[in-house]
């Protein structure tokens, strides 16, 4: 598909193991952070979401983590399956931008069975 | 959730031409964005769609080149105009109930410019 890769970091696992995906943002005015996937040939699907005023949040599977000091999110995917393997992207809304989102660079999952 | 539908879903277009893509929202939402997408990379905002009133473009961005209309809170369209193999892409709707709420986004439209 169009979104595999010559320039995106992949991060291969095997299918069980956890899957912890990186991200630094950029404009410490940021109050909101969402984590996207996007299966080869589809748009951007919302995963798990996570205000500036939080540092940790839980769905179901993921876990997103969120330290403001460095500005570093990072997606956690609990017992990583086939089905998870996308290109993962990071978001950051800062404050003055209303819902316009900055989109990382993203991440290829790959997950080996 | 809001339901996104993108028209058309990929097409090949010839050097010089314009497309329209349109956007169909199933719910009123404030908030309406188009984003494009280069082969392998991520995303790049083109404007907010304004209901009403002119669309704001990103750096970089031009009316002239991507005119944008939003005659009401469900539907928006975004043309591609006097088009170049550089714009090749996935040009993508996104759209949100308010601010500080979560983004959706469509399927994309899949241009390419021969």
């Known amino acids: 598909g169009e979104n595999v890769g010559l320039h995106l970091p992949t991060l291969s696992v095997q299918e069980g193991d956890n899957s912890i995906i990186n991200c630094a943002y950029s404009?410490?005015?940021?109050?909101?952070f969402i984590w996207y996937k996007q299966e080869s040939g589809k748009g951007p699907q919302f995963i798990i979401d996570i205000r500036s005023n939080m540092d940790k949040r839980q769905g179901q599977r993921v876990t997103v983590l969120l330290n403001k000091t460095v500005k570093h999110l990072s997606l956690q995917i609990a017992a990583t399956q086939p089905g998870d393997s996308a290109v993962y992207f990071c978001a950051e809304s800062p404050k003055e931008y209303g819902n316009k989102l900055v989109f990382g660079a993203g991440t290829i999952l790959r997950v080996k069975s | 959730s809001a339901v996104i539908s993108q028209k058309p879903s990929r097409d090949i277009c010839q050097r010089g031409t314009s497309l329209t893509i349109q956007c169909q929202v199933d719910?009123?939402?404030?908030?309406m964005f188009w984003y494009r997408q280069q082969p392998g990379q991520s995303l790049t905002l083109i404007a907010t769609?304004?209901?009403?009133?002119?669309?704001?473009?990103e750096s970089g961005f031009v009316i002239d080149k991507f005119p944008i209309s939003r005659p009401n809170l469900t539907f928006s369209t975004l043309t591609v105009s006097n088009m170049s193999p550089e714009d090749s892409s996935i040009y993508l709707c996104s759209a949100g109930p308010q601010k500080g709420n979560t983004i959706y986004f469509g399927e994309g439209s899949w241009l390419t410019v021969v």
């Open positions: 719910s009123q939402v404030t908030m």
């Open positions: 769609a304004n209901q009403g009133s002119e669309a704001t473009y």
């Open positions: 404009n410490s005015a940021s109050d909101y």
